[in-house]
């Protein structure tokens, strides 16, 4: 067996123990250590250590599930934020034919922000707009409190059938609250939630490209929250065996690959509407179900 040259040795004795450190080291500390690796051994190394010290996320078997949602992707509308604006009056379409499609309960509009929500409820609100639906749309408060927020959600279940109720990913009502399930059989996700372009995620992606690449690092930093708080706002909408709901994912992002293999299994399709027509064909099919 091959012994290692003193000077490896030296340099593994001066080298602190990645492995036993690396998981509990401040984000400064972090990059220090980052400094003193010279080889891309040693940097796979440590890329390596980081991903096993990563939280692991444990899904349980829920047979009940495997019929619960009917997913479409939507590939007429392109929800980013340089087009978002000029797709506005499709979406507004979109979420009039789901109220019309829901007569008897509301429909859950879910938004990647408050802004977005609010501009798109503009749109439903205008006596101008030809998609205007005789159903108001109802945007969450901002409450302080989860009672109030439940006794807001409670109120506007009950008192709105065939409205729309706009809630915002990553917010208490679209992950915190379990009052959804079962009262909703239509939803809709205006876009996948990608986490806002700013100074602290510029950095963040910076710090994660020197290690996974730029393609690796953008997945880690902006798809997987953003496909996350997807995957969880979905998930209160059953949570009892016998609960169904139909969910038009509203952006032809959630058919790439990069995006599509993010979801949970049970929210994974192949159903793609390319036209206004298979949007109908889909929400007539539903309703003979």
């Not at 440590?46 to 009940?64: D, F, G, I, K, M």
Request: hydrophobic share 45%; charged share 20%.
């Amino acid at each position: 067996m091959p012994f290692p040259s003193p000077s490896a040795s030296a340099a593994g004795a001066a080298a602190p123990n990645i492995q036993n450190r690396l998981g509990s080291l401040t984000k400064r500390d972090t990059k220090k250590l980052f400094a003193q690796l010279t080889t891309g051994a040693k940097l796979l190394h440590a890329a390596e250590t980081r991903h096993a010290l990563a939280p692991c996320h444990v899904r349980a078997a829920t047979p009940w599930r495997d019929r619960a949602y009917d997913i479409a992707i939507d590939l007429r509308a392109d929800t980013t934020y340089q087009q978002r604006a000029r797709h506005a009056p499709l979406t507004a379409a979109a979420i009039a034919a789901l109220c019309a499609a829901s007569p008897s309960a509301p429909v859950a509009i879910f938004f990647p922000s408050y802004a977005y929500a609010e501009h798109i409820k503009t749109a439903l609100d205008s006596a101008n707009s030809a998609f205007r639906t005789p159903h108001s749309a109802f945007l969450q408060p901002r409450l302080p409190d989860l009672a109030a927020q439940n006794a807001w959600l409670e109120n506007a279940l009950a008192d709105h059938p065939g409205g729309a109720l706009f809630l915002v990913l990553g917010s208490s009502f679209a992950e915190g609250i379990d009052l959804l399930g079962g009262r909703i059989t239509h939803a809709m996700v205006v876009g996948p939630a990608l986490p806002e372009v700013n100074p602290v995620q510029r950095a963040r992606l910076a710090e994660h490209t020197r290690v996974l690449g730029r393609e690796a690092a953008a997945r880690r930093v902006y798809q997987i929250p953003g496909i996350q708080k997807v995957n969880q706002a979905l998930g209160r909408l059953v949570r009892a065996p016998g609960q169904r709901v139909r969910a038009l994912l509203h952006c032809r992002r959630f058919a790439e690959p990069g995006y599509h293999e993010l979801l949970a299994p049970d929210y994974q399709t192949t159903r793609h509407l390319a036209t206004d027509d298979d949007l109908a064909a889909w929400l007539h099919t539903e309703s003979e179900s």
